[in-house]
């Protein structure tokens, strides 16, 4: 039970004591840990519903203290955590709707070689009509993952008066929050336009990711790799050929991932997206890569419905998974018609409130026009601005991986009245505490005195984010 939590705070196992009440359900369905928080699982105590917009029970106020064996609970976390960066809430959701509207993604993605822009956007803004009534994952980011964390640690704490718990922060050097740019190369126009995205993003400070198609999109010659590489930008495989049809089998997928490890091996990739974030995540071994980029916090706007409900790293077996987080350009460009970065910025201060990763896509393809362009400066500005203010790392998709990863491989030790991180990385690792003020879940970094906003999320650290 105390797995997820503990990877997620990296806090000491002693701290964290859960137990289950009860017999779990034999189905698995939806309910809420709080107000805002939906969940998917099984559960003791009542069942859960069968569909995220039915009413669902709330499991918060069953909490309790069994004498030592710390907190009860009458669902598992780490089987609703997984339940719901896996998707597996989608299994019930099989509908014959469900199914229907399956079959009509994937004859448009069969046609969409040949469709006129105009009818693709057309289609586009028809589906998303339809997808925005759904209530399950939350529009346009969903923090279910990190709020059920985080409200379980809060009622180990609501039974603690006056202690904290301490965890080795999210991010290095004690940063508020972290932001990554991606660009995925989807046309020979695109690839010819790299050049000038580069250019604008050094301006800026910050080193992207470009994703490249391997296989019949364009032409990938060495010299195209190298003026990336040679700029100190990265490189990785975007899907095979971005037809769609990666996971249209096991069979398929399998064969395609052989040829997709050639040009990961070619390229010296170590990152992958699947093509119009098309995915099985179960699938995912399969491919010699050290991260993945294919899962959509809340995929509303995808063809491929669900979305991981979290806004931090993960890992997926021994791959680590950097959900994307915000709004693709394409989509809030050509799909809402907006003109301004208005919703990126309302997307930026909501992940930044919840210290996660603030993914972007940005296709050199989409950035052709003025308009797009005067967009994407002003998001950059918007970036580079936050990280002069001390509260945003701008990394790279490789560079957010080895940090993950060394996160993951520290422990916090007792020295004396004090804890301590042990673990390659140590230096840039910072000792954080989470604790009730007047009822509420703060953090505390390095000690000092706490900011909240928010009874479980968003959460304020004690620097004054």
Not at 348 to 355: L, M, P, Q, T, V
Not at 443 to 453: A, C, G, I, K, L
Request: charged share 25%; with cysteine; hydrophobic share 40%.
């Amino acid at each position: 039970m105390t797995r997820a939590i503990l990877d997620y705070f990296k806090c000491p196992d002693e701290l964290v004591r859960l137990f289950l009440e009860g017999n779990l359900s034999e189905k698995a369905g939806f309910f809420r840990f709080g107000t805002q928080t939906t969940c998917f699982g099984r559960t003791s105590g009542s069942l859960p519903a069968s569909m995220a917009d039915q009413n669902l029970p709330d499991l918060s106020a069953a909490a309790a203290v069994s004498g030592p064996h710390g907190l009860g609970l009458r669902f598992d976390p780490t089987e609703v955590v997984d339940g719901l960066r896996m998707e597996r809430y989608l299994e019930s959701a099989h509908t014959c709707q469900a199914e229907a509207i399956k079959l009509l993604q994937g004859a448009y993605y069969t046609l969409r070689p040949v469709l006129p822009a105009g009818v693709r956007t057309g289609v586009q803004r028809a589906y998303y009509k339809y997808s925005r009534k759904r209530c399950f994952p939350a529009w346009p980011v969903d923090f279910s993952v990190d709020r059920v964390l985080q409200g379980v640690l809060a009622a180990i704490l609501g039974n603690q008066p006056g202690e904290r718990v301490p965890f080795i922060w999210f991010w290095p050097d004690g940063l508020q929050s972290c932001a990554v740019m991606t660009h995925d190369v989807e046309t020979a126009r695109g690839r010819d336009f790299c050049g000038c995205l580069m250019d604008w993003d050094d301006a800026y400070g910050i080193k992207s990711a470009f994703q490249i198609i391997p296989e019949r999109r364009y032409r990938v010659s060495e010299a195209f790799l190298e003026s990336i590489r040679g700029r100190g930008f990265e490189i990785n495989v975007h899907d095979l050929n971005h037809d769609g049809r990666l996971f249209h089998s096991r069979k398929v997928f399998e064969k395609r991932a052989a040829r997709i490890n050639r040009y990961l091996r070619n390229y010296n990739a170590r990152g992958f997206r699947a093509g119009a974030m098309y995915r099985q995540p179960a699938w995912f071994g399969s491919l010699e890569i050290s991260y993945d980029m294919s899962i959509p916090n809340a995929a509303h706007l995808e063809p491929q419905q669900g979305g991981c409900c979290t806004v931090m790293p993960y890992f997926i077996g021994n791959i680590l998974e950097l959900p994307l987080t915000t709004t693709q350009d394409f989509a809030l460009i050509n799909v809402l018609r907006h003109d301004t970065v208005k919703l990126w910025l309302e997307e930026i201060e909501g992940i930044a409130s919840e210290h996660g990763l603030i993914s972007f896509i940005v296709h050199p393809d989409y950035m052709l026009s003025e308009p797009a362009q005067r967009m994407y400066k002003e998001l950059l500005s918007r970036l580079a601005a936050m990280r002069s203010a001390g509260s945003l790392w701008i990394a790279s998709p490789g560079e957010i991986n080895d940090w993950w990863r060394e996160r993951a491989a520290m422990r916090l030790v007792r020295s004396g009245d004090n804890w301590q991180i042990e673990g390659a990385g140590k230096e840039r690792a910072r000792i954080a505490y989470a604790g009730l003020v007047q009822g509420r879940l703060c953090y505390f970094v390095d000690d000092q005195s706490p900011t909240d906003r928010g009874r479980v999320a968003p959460v304020q650290s004690g620097r004054g984010y």
